[in-house]
């Protein structure tokens, strides 16, 4: 046996006026779950309210969140010291949420008269698409449904299932616009908190938009977007000199070379902010890593993936992965987290790709000088949700930053084409970033995407940095002592 201190959430909508913690010890066996440390407190309180059923993670009804993560009861592990919360939803009692609301607006087929039967190629694409216990921990997790009628994640993986089935009659993708297919962000939240680990932005969401692309249903914003792509390569408009116009070819460190990457730019830092990318160059210096810029790399094609526009994507792909290829390049280095995240999941690469983040907490680097700051940091949703990458930041961040604060990871809204195809949503969701930050009391918000970067800053009067540039402004800060 083992004696555990809990904390658990209780709410009574009926008599309390908002949610209280209280704690709890409980012996439970070695290896006990949520659900047992759960009964072992209601031995002990009858009046506390949980829900379950089937016990084997199969039915979904035991979801709850842990330590701010949504978690089946009966199948995670219990931990000393956790935090037991009910789901990001409507509060019945204590950890029992409103579920038949979000259940019942799941989209069911509607089948016809005939007897087709799926193909065993079909089926194998459908099934990823059937594993859904309906839990609702992405429907509580989603960013969008906090601020549009977004039908939620589940409805539109229902959606795809749905518009693969041969048997069914009605064209869904129209169905599936009008539920807000196109107000997904993209930021794998609903893939992260799964329980069943259904990719639902990718097999589902990026689906139904390629559907709609074919049928001439996306949005004219979008539709500029991949126009431009096509024509310069870029995905977004350039003024000024860029940054692959600045720089030459190879980048050598200022001593020892202790390492060789391949510097994948991306539009933004290449077009809009090249400075960050200048400061990432000047890092590299510093530390010992040599850079190569292959000058005929060319967008990733993230922002036509993630809107369903994929009919020269290939052509994109073979023309990144021949201009690192062709130098001989075995590591490529990405500071853009959508440009990591899709070189990751959506090529087929000769090479390792890595964050920037990743190289430099894998080698042993000087340690910069501290600086009088106080900051916190935005989780980049493709860096955090896509790459799994959250730690890597924070460790170099506490090298260099006067004092850390901590800030709740959400979406900023400027990712899955939402900041060009809905601004007012993208608006929404970076008022909500504003809020977040004014709560921490930091002096400054450090990112390392430029997109979230870019529409932060829109949104706060507080200085926004890339990581890059706080490390840079420490080394500096060295070298002048």
Known sequence: MINLNVRVSRFDPARDQKPQTEQYTVDVNEGARI???LQAIQSQDPTLSFRSSCRAGQCGSCAVRVNGEPALACMTEATDGMLIEPLDLPVIKDLVVELVRGINSIPRIRPCDCHDI???????RLKPLRDCIECLSCVSACPAMKVTEFIGPTSMRAQMRIALDPRETGNRIRDAITQGLFTCTSCQRCRVVCPKEIEIPGKAI??????????GLTLPRHQAVAD???RTGRSVETSDKTFLDQVPDVIEPFG?????V????????NGRLPERALDLLEVMKRVGIRVIIPKD???CGSPLIRTGQTSFLDEIKEKNIRAFKSRGITTVMTMCAGCGSTLKHDYETPFTVKDVTEILTGIEIPEPARLDEIVTYHDPCHLMNGQGISEQPRELIRRVAGSFVEMPAQCCGSGGGVRSGIPEEAAALG????SAIEATGADSVITICPFCEYHIQEHTKKPVKNLMTLLLDGYRKKEGK
């Open 35 to 37: 659900l047992n440390v």
């Open 118 to 124: 799926p193909d065993p190629a079909l089926i194998a």
């Open 206 to 215: 990026e689906k139904l938009r390629e559907i709609a692309n074919r049928e």
């Open 228 to 230: 431009l792509v096509k």
């Open 256 to 260: 020892e070379v202790k390492g060789e």
């Open 262 to 269: 391949g510097f994948f730019v991306g539009c933004m830092f």
């Open 297 to 299: 790399q060319i967008c």
């Open 431 to 434: 008022e909500l970033r504003r």
